[in-house]
């Protein structure tokens, strides 16, 4: 599918302010670009932002690194794997191949590692966090003029969310900051040293990005926040996050409104009354719990208890929507013992998520955990992801069942030529596959009956 360009305060009609003199801007004369994304929604919009800027300069986008002349890494470095990914994927560009290009890492692991990434990859010309998008263009500029590295790695910023320009990769979902950072300190987690504080954007400016978006074709929205239930309005309005879920759904033209990461501290019951009451408000919560196991969630520092966690999943069952609920779990934290993994087992045996994102723990840089006693063995951790993920499995597969005969309404995403099948989403994030002799439903709302279940995935046909 072709990509929209969404331009909130520039045109890319006319030479791109700030493009260097002489330069041709024309997709002709272009220098050319390759991003490669890792991690969740969160950077996945920053690259969005990161495209924007690149391609109001003059540049242009190709889709791979053999035919660029810049290639950036866009990092997450919330687990060891991912970050260590990142180092191997730079190796690919040592030597001539390196050095015919310019290369950059930007995100997490470009904030982590610092200047130290030019020690382990000399070849590398850019390093820049996510704080340091909006400086993009200056940094470009250097490059530009001859200098050989550049860094932009300030976190000490209230300047976040939205670059002037943003390509849109989802033509029909648009990804929307609307809180930076965090503020918690969980002893396992990089985000506050990578992303900075927690950091707040106005009420009317996520207002005004949403009617914009809008008037380009969108329907969809998701709000984005590493803890993005902690939001607080920093405007007069005075806005706290379900109030500003309802305001985002009240504008006109906006059919689903989406939101992730909540923490469980600030879930509050005026969240689940939102959802209850504004249809628009989706019917999905990704409630991260990490553990079932109260010692270790002390241990983590999550600053809730199982109990208390519970209560909140309570709040979810007794609305009158029933919305799904999804989490996060990480095994192996140092020191979690047989009987602690069980009692993360038993959780997922009474909350019955929809689904789970679980991964085995990794010592992060400048993190506590990372100096606990008493690690987790490797072979143990893998068997207690391995028994996790297939009881997991067998909820999701007992869950999906119950929807047989029901219809919902999906959003169309893709198309499975090699089945005949189009792709969609429910309102609660369900991938719903189904059946249709339509010719184009791309982009367009369907009712579809639901005539098949497995783990991961619905199967139906389309009503009427």
């Not at 020191?335 to 990794?362: M, N, Q, R």
Request: charged share 25%; glycine share 6%.
């Amino acid at each position: 599918m072709a990509a929209r360009i969404d331009i909130p305060l520039a045109s890319l009609t006319a030479k791109p302010a700030g493009a260097p003199a002489g330069r041709d801007a024309s997709p002709a004369h272009a220098r050319s670009f390759y991003i490669e994304t890792f991690g969740c929604q969160m950077n996945a919009h920053d690259s969005e932002k990161v495209a924007g800027l690149l391609l109001a300069r003059g540049y242009r986008q190709v889709e791979s690194p053999e035919s660029a002349e810049m290639v950036l890494f866009n990092t997450c470095s919330i687990r060891e794997k991912a970050a260590q990914k990142v180092f191997t994927r730079l190796n690919d560009f040592r030597g001539p191949r390196g050095q015919s290009k310019i290369v950059g890492v930007l995100g997490c692991v470009a904030q982590q590692e610092g200047e130290r990434i030019f020690e382990r990859a000399p070849w590398v010309r850019m390093v820049c966090g996510s704080a340091s998008y909006r400086n993009l263009p200056e940094l470009l500029a250097e490059i530009e003029a001859g200098d050989t590295r550049v860094t932009g790695l300030n976190l000490d910023t209230a300047e976040t969310f939205e670059t002037e320009v943003t390509r849109r990769d989802n033509p029909f979902r648009a990804y929307l900051t609307v809180i930076e950072g965090c503020d918690y300190a969980c002893s396992y987690c990089v985000v506050p040293h990578t992303r900075g504080p927690q950091r707040s954007r106005a009420s009317d400016a996520v207002l005004d990005e949403v009617r914009h978006l809008v008037q380009n074709g969108f329907t969809e929205v998701q709000l984005l926040g590493q803890t993005v239930n902690s939001y607080r309005d920093p405007s007069a309005a005075g806005m706290n996050f379900a109030q500003l879920l309802r305001a985002v759904a009240a504008v006109v033209g906006i059919r689903r409104v989406r939101f992730t990461t909540s923490h469980p501290n600030d879930f509050t019951p005026e969240i689940v009354h939102a959802i209850d009451s504004t249809p628009a408000l989706c019917d999905h919560i990704h409630l991260p719990v990490q553990s079932g196991s109260n010692r270790v969630l002390k241990q983590m520092r999550r600053t809730y208890s199982r109990a208390e966690y519970l209560e909140k999943i309570e709040w979810i069952r007794a609305a009158q929507r029933r919305s799904s609920v999804t989490t996060d779990i990480i095994v192996g934290f140092p020191g979690e013992t047989d009987p602690e993994f069980a009692e993360t087992i038993s959780l997922l045996d009474e909350v019955k998520f929809d689904g789970v994102f679980a991964f085995k723990y990794s010592p992060r840089p400048n993190t506590t955990a990372k100096d606990m006693t008493d690690p987790v063995p490797e072979e143990v951790k893998s068997q207690r992801l391995a028994f996790l993920q297939q009881r997991q499995r067998e909820i999701q597969i007992s869950r999906n069942q119950t929807f047989l005969g029901s219809e919902f309404e999906v959003l169309v995403d893709g198309r499975h030529e090699s089945r005949g099948q189009w792709s969609g989403r429910t309102t609660s994030n369900r991938i719903v596959n189904f059946a249709s002799p339509a010719e184009n439903l791309l982009g367009q709302y369907c009712q579809v009956k639901i005539t098949g279940a497995g783990p991961n995935s619905l199967v139906g046909e389309q009503c009427g």
